[in-house]
């Protein structure tokens, strides 16, 4: 039985990864904003606990950590998505607000979560396929989920000799309600249980890069060995 933290578990592919972790017996932290859904989600499941709190909120995270014990694997899911829809009345406010949410928020996770992490456990982060190359109106959401990636890769390099392993998983598109706002096609979408199945298999293989559906992400590192243009090509058309 291990001990599991998750963010962003009040829905989506979070929601499933705890039932799907929950199921197995593991004792599992589900966090979110909403309490009202993370109590729901706990009832009748003793072994699944809700971690209410903001994450942009440093000193909510480390009030709603006092309570933990020592982790297995911290799996840092939570996350949202906004659209700059004017490149040229660029939404300053809203670039902070996902930047806030995807990316500052891990900062402060990390700040808190790190120390409570066994040795040979598994620092799990969820970034995006969207980091791979550039898509139009996805401006701040990608660039946050880049950085994030960038973050993964730095600490695997520097939690290795703590006995960290990291995973940064970089999903295509998943039914949630994040995607649910979404006003265009989304190729290869997948259930968020699907997602769950794929990062728990990556997460137990202990990978370093989790990617998935394997067509869509196939289909997109291929334009990133091609000419500039061939991808701005593609993404120009996205934007008519
Ligand atoms: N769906 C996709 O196609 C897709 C593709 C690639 C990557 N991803 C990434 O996968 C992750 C999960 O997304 P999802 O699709 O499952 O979205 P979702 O259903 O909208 O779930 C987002 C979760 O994040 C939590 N959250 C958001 N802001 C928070 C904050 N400030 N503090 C605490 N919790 C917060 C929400 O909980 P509360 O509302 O209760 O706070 C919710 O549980 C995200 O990082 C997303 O970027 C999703």
Known sequence: MKSILITGASSGIGKALALHYAEQGNEVFAGGRNKQRLVELCLHRPNLHPFVCDLTNSNEIKSATDNL??????ILNAGSCEYIDDPVQFDGELFARVINSNLISVGYCLQHLLPLIKKGGQLVLVSSSAQFLPFPRATAYGSS???LTYLARTLEIELKPHGIGVSVVHPGFVE?????????????????????????KGIAAGKAEIN?????????????????????????RMTV
Do not use: H, Y
Not at 186 to 195: L, T, V
């Open 145 to 147: 989920k880049a950085a």
């Open 69 to 74: 014990s020592l982790l297995d694997i911290v």
């Open 212 to 236: 998935f559906p394997f067509a869509f992400i196939c289909f997109l590192k291929f334009f990133t060995l091609l000419p500039r243009f061939v991808w701005q090509k593609v993404a120009q």
């Open 176 to 200: 949630t309600p994040l995607t649910a706002k979404n006003d265009f096609d989304m190729p290869g979408i997948i259930s968020a249980e699907q997602a769950a199945q794929a990062i728990v």
